[in-house]
């Protein structure tokens, strides 16, 4: 098997796939000591067109398959697809309509984040060889047995992605997906900007002094990471950065008394750089400390029981369903429900809602029970006498 290695060739493939319903698409890349993906490989099947590129040739240009991800004519189909599509995203392209089957596959009731290979046993009875499965795919030449390897990850996604389809449509599901895929496509999901980066961390004060430094401090990580091309961790750990926001430290000695942060840290190239970010933040931390939308809603005593009381109903609504309860709601969501009839989480909104949010509603407010029979949990409607009570 020979991949694509230029951009005639690409060129001439990409016009095979104009006009197909949709294209599978995976890639193979290396993420382990850097921090931007390296694209290795890419593999694509339409019905009647099927090639694995190779990125790293040095005759190819991707703007043909590009165009091909940016067709809306066309649907992509994908897998586990968040860092697919963060890949793409670098180079421009967010592969538009998106069907990622393992979203789909949790809706259509195989359960918690299932894995490519165990929805293709389920749905086509085929075990996947998995012999190449820890290639170097950055290494050339590649062997006919790897390219195979690759290039089955989508001929069998093609394959699937129509039965898998036509279940959720019968279902009346296809909704539901469609949502998950807007979110999935959202270009601020995959924002890289610096000054962004605490959004994906998680704070734990609200205090202007504290929530500056912590947005710094992420900011000068991610900043440093990705002109070292290095994975953020191996600059600083998530657990540092919310060590030194505790406790601010404004020059080498308060630095190297923290715990989290690596002995020496202050003297290296990196302490100076890490302390002059901080006391920029602290020149005016109330202007620089990002504002944070925190509940209202007081939290109830009896918060905790609700909490396990809407767990076994989320888990009840999904097997009466027939999908994976981490599709419909988190932990997170339940336990804003639980404080707030109108909290703002996405279990309170669309299909969720109808699925699961207006039965949770309903049982804060005593109009459901919870019923064991047998090893089953049924949902009831309370019936209430005439001065509201339960008969």
Request: proline share 6%.
């Given at each position: 098997?020979?991949?694509?290695?230029?951009?005639?060739?690409?060129?001439?493939?990409?016009?095979?796939?104009?006009?197909?319903?949709?294209?599978?698409?995976?890639?193979?890349?290396?993420?382990?000591?850097?921090y931007?993906?390296?694209?290795?490989?890419?593999?694509?099947?339409?019905?009647?067109?099927?090639?694995?590129?190779?990125?790293?040739?040095?005759?190819?240009?991707?703007?043909?398959?590009?165009?091909?991800?940016?067709?809306?004519?066309?649907?992509?189909?994908?897998?586990?697809?968040?860092?697919?599509?963060?890949?793409?995203?670098?180079?421009?392209?967010?592969?538009?309509?998106?069907?990622?089957?393992?979203?789909?596959?949790?809706?259509?009731?195989?359960?918690?984040?299932?894995?490519?290979?165990?929805?293709?046993?389920?749905?086509?009875?085929?075990?996947?060889?998995?012999?190449?499965?820890?290639?170097?795919?950055?290494?050339?030449?590649?062997?006919?047995?790897?390219l195979?390897?690759?290039?089955?990850?989508?001929?069998?996604?093609?394959?699937l992605?129509?039965?898998?389809?036509?279940?959720?449509?019968?279902?009346?599901?296809?909704?539901?997906?469609?949502?998950?895929?807007?979110?999935?496509?959202?270009?601020?999901?995959?924002?890289?900007?610096?000054?962004?980066?605490?959004?994906?961390?998680?704070?734990?004060?609200?205090?202007?002094?504290?929530?500056?430094?912590?947005?710094?401090?992420?900011?000068?990580?991610?900043?440093?990471?990705?002109?070292?091309?290095?994975?953020?961790?191996?600059?600083?750990?998530?657990?540092?950065?919310?060590?030194?926001?505790?406790?601010?430290?404004?020059?080498?000695?308060?630095?190297?008394?923290?715990?989290?942060?690596?002995?020496?840290?202050?003297?290296?190239?990196?302490?100076p750089?890490?302390?002059?970010?901080?006391?920029?933040?602290?020149?005016?931390?109330?202007?620089?400390?990002?504002?944070i939308?925190?509940?209202?809603?007081?939290?109830?005593?009896?918060?905790g029981?609700?909490?396990?009381?809407?767990?076994?109903?989320?888990?009840?609504?999904?097997?009466?369903?027939?999908?994976?309860?981490?599709?419909?709601?988190?932990?997170?969501?339940?336990?804003?429900?639980?404080?707030?009839?109108?909290?703002?989480?996405?279990?309170?909104?669309?299909?969720?809602?109808e699925?699961?949010?207006?039965?949770?509603?309903?049982?804060?407010?005593?109009?459901?029970?919870?019923?064991?029979?047998?090893?089953?949990?049924?949902?009831?409607?309370?019936?209430?006498?005439?001065?509201?009570?339960?008969?």
């Amino acid at each position: 098997m020979m991949p694509i290695t230029t951009t005639a060739e690409l060129s001439a493939f990409c016009e095979q796939l104009r006009g197909e319903p949709f294209v599978a698409v995976d890639t193979e890349f290396m993420r382990e000591t850097t921090y931007w993906p390296k694209l290795c490989l890419i593999q694509a099947a339409a019905p009647t067109a099927e090639a694995v590129i190779d990125p790293l040739a040095p005759d190819l240009d991707l703007a043909p398959f590009l165009d091909v991800l940016r067709d809306t004519a066309t649907e992509k189909v994908l897998h586990a697809a968040r860092q697919d599509v963060e890949i793409f995203h670098n180079l421009g392209a967010i592969p538009q309509p998106l069907f990622d089957t393992q979203i789909a596959g949790m809706a259509a009731g195989f359960g918690e984040q299932i894995a490519y290979d165990a929805l293709v046993r389920q749905m086509l009875k085929i075990d996947l060889d998995k012999s190449s499965r820890f290639t170097d795919w950055a290494r050339r030449p590649l062997s006919d047995a790897q390219l195979t390897y690759a290039l089955a990850d989508v001929t069998h996604l093609a394959r699937l992605y129509p039965m898998l389809r036509a279940k959720l449509e019968a279902a009346g599901r296809m909704g539901w997906v469609a949502e998950e895929m807007r979110a999935m496509t959202d270009p601020a999901l995959y924002d890289m900007e610096p000054e962004s980066a605490w959004k994906r961390l998680k704070p734990r004060r609200f205090t202007a002094k504290y929530l500056a430094v912590f947005r710094a401090v992420a900011a000068w990580r991610e900043r440093t990471a990705q002109a070292r091309d290095q994975p953020r961790g191996r600059i600083l750990k998530d657990d540092a950065i919310d060590e030194l926001a505790t406790q601010a430290p404004l020059d080498a000695e308060g630095l190297n008394r923290l715990r989290s942060v690596p002995k020496g840290f202050a003297g290296s190239r990196f302490g100076p750089d890490l302390l002059a970010a901080i006391r920029a933040a602290l020149t005016d931390p109330e202007a620089y400390a990002p504002v944070i939308a925190r509940n209202a809603a007081p939290t109830s005593p009896a918060a905790g029981a609700v909490v396990e009381l809407l767990k076994v109903l989320l888990k009840a609504r999904a097997e009466d369903a027939g999908v994976a309860s981490k599709l419909i709601a988190t932990v997170s969501d339940l336990e804003k429900i639980a404080n707030d009839d109108a909290a703002e989480t996405p279990a309170l909104t669309g299909w969720r809602r109808e699925a699961f949010g207006e039965d949770a509603l309903k049982l804060k407010r005593g109009e459901l029970a919870l019923v064991l029979d047998g090893t089953r949990v049924r949902v009831v409607e309370v019936r209430r006498g005439p001065k509201g009570a339960a008969p």
